[in-house]
């Protein structure tokens, strides 16, 4: 397992496949993590990892030695990650509902509960904060979990996106504003 | 006071705020607060437990896409294929260039010698090691044989002086005939070549004759070989000779013109 990333690129393109078995095993995980913050969804983050990762063997030729395979495959997770959940879009809007929705979610979670009830308060503080992160677009939701929970900079996640860094920070704080309304009953009640 | 906005407030959560707001913030209690209640919210998000993956999920998920990954071809197959097409190319382009070259070598030639004139040009082309060329033409081949017998049939053998030059004109026309009789057998003119048959015959006598010419030398050649009627014929075809025009040129290296 002491076969550095680029010397087991090189193994790769000189024809010996099971190379890459190296890179998989390296970053698999760290890509788990990153796909499921994104998605927040384990079976969609495992399916995130896995097609970020054959893209990533099909581009291979294209990859610069220079670069950091690390940052290049992460990049590409978070494009996977970000189809991912844009693909999805429709299904998240109707399960999330309309504003009507959203305002009963946040007093039902607001209201003080009798103690059976409050038993399930910390899984119901999970399922305000999963319903706030899925009100983001993929785009703000991606901008969001690259800044404050993978302690991106806003050129590196202008980089993961695809968009300019000017555009990433907008992005970073459109979601902040809408997360924060989102969580202000929970703080309430808390 | 003017306290931050919420944009100022998520600037400074971000950590990108203007220096202006952490001052601010440093004086006023309230908006201290609210970034700090801001950093909370962040803080509650953040907290969202991520799944654990163990250490073996790098290797399931290699078992999971092992199977719809393609081996690279070996770099030399990839050589050859990319070798192949780079060297049938650089051979096109050569050809292509020398092809062009030729042809331009040649436009050149031709506006070379239109503008100078044909000589001066044939003068400035690089002199090619050639094989020697011998143009005989028939008729002046004629012109001197007949000369010669005349000479011969007037020539006062008391004076040493005129024998000399007889010999050397003879052994000059020998090779001549030889090459004027050979084409007309080759061609099937049997009267020319039957003249020059027996002028070759003469000029041998005359050119070779055994102790050198003399008075007796030259009038046995001059009976054996009739010579006055060689004259006759040389004169004959000479006119004959004339008439073709163009004239018949022989070349010594066997061609003809």
Same mark, same amino acid.
């Given at each position: 397992m002491g076969q550095s990333d680029h010397e087991a690129i090189r193994a790769v393109l000189s024809g010996d496949k099971d190379a890459y078995a190296v890179l998989v095993t390296r970053h698999s995980r760290t890509l788990f993590r990153v796909a499921y913050r994104i998605t927040g969804n384990e079976a969609d983050a495992d399916e995130v990892v896995q097609d970020a990762l054959i893209r990533a063997y099909r581009k291979l030729e294209s990859f610069e030695s220079r670069a950091n395979f690390g940052t290049w495959i992460y990049r590409i997770a978070v494009r996977c990650a970000l189809d991912k959940i844009g693909g999805r879009k429709v299904d998240d809007e109707s399960r999330i509902g309309d504003e009507d929705d959203r305002e009963q979610s946040e007093v039902?979670?607001?209201?003080?509960?009798?103690?059976?009830?409050?038993i399930l308060l910390s899984g119901e503080i999970a399922t305000v904060q999963q319903a706030a992160m899925h009100s983001l677009t993929?785009?703000?939701?991606?901008?969001?979990?690259?800044?404050?929970?993978?302690?991106?900079?806003?050129?590196?996640?202008? $980089?993961?996106?695809?968009? &300019?860094?000017?555009? +990433?920070?907008?992005? @970073?704080?459109? $979601?902040?504003?809408?997360? &924060?309304?989102?969580? +202000?009953?929970?703080? @309430?009640s808390t | 006071?003017?306290?931050?906005?919420?944009?100022?407030?998520i600037e400074q959560a971000c950590g990108e705020g203007a220096i202006d707001s952490a001052q601010h913030l440093r004086g006023?209690?309230?908006?201290?607060?609210?970034?700090?209640?801001?950093?909370?919210?962040?803080?509650?998000?953040?907290?969202?437990?991520t799944p654990q993956r163990d250490e073996l999920y790098g290797e399931r998920v290699w078992q999971a896409i092992s199977g719809s990954l393609v081996r690279y071809a070996a770099p030399h197959r990839r050589w050859m294929s990319f070798g192949l097409m780079r060297g049938l190319s650089y051979a096109a382009v050569c050809a292509l260039l020398v092809a062009v070259a030729f042809y331009a070598g040649r436009k050149w030639e031709q506006f070379a010698g239109r503008k100078s004139g044909t000589p001066q040009a044939a003068q400035s082309a690089p002199k090619k090691p050639q094989q020697p060329v011998v143009v005989v033409v028939l008729g002046d081949h004629l012109d001197r044989s007949e000369r010669l017998l005349v000479e011969l049939k007037h020539v006062d053998t008391a004076n040493a002086d005129m024998v000399p030059p007889l010999r050397d004109e003879a052994r000059s026309l020998l090779k001549a005939n030889r090459i004027c009789r050979e084409n007309a057998e080759k061609v099937g003119d049997e009267e020319l070549e039957s003249a020059l048959k027996r002028l070759d015959h003469l000029?041998?006598?005359?050119?070779?004759?055994?102790?050198g010419l003399d008075a007796e030398g030259i009038a046995r050649i001059k009976n054996e070989l009739?010579?006055?009627?060689?004259?006759?014929?040389?004169?004959?075809?000479?006119?004959?000779?004339?008439?073709?025009?163009?004239?018949?040129v022989i070349r010594l290296n066997g061609g003809q013109a």
């Open positions: 039902q979670v607001a209201d003080p509960a009798p103690s059976p009830e409050r993929p785009t703000e939701r991606s901008a969001f979990v690259l800044r404050h929970l993978e302690d991106r900079s806003t050129e590196e996640i202008g $980089a993961a996106l695809g968009i &300019r860094p000017n555009a +990433a920070k907008q992005a @970073v704080f459109r $979601a902040v504003q809408k997360l &924060r309304r989102r969580l +202000a009953p929970l703080r @309430v | 006071m003017k306290h931050l906005t919420e944009d100022e407030l006023c209690v309230e908006c201290a607060a609210s970034l700090a209640e801001l950093k909370s919210d962040l803080a509650e998000v953040g907290r969202v437990e000029l041998t006598e005359v050119a070779d004759e055994p102790g009739n010579a006055d009627g060689l004259l006759f014929e040389v004169r004959v075809l000479r006119s004959r000779a004339r008439d073709q025009k163009p004239g018949l």
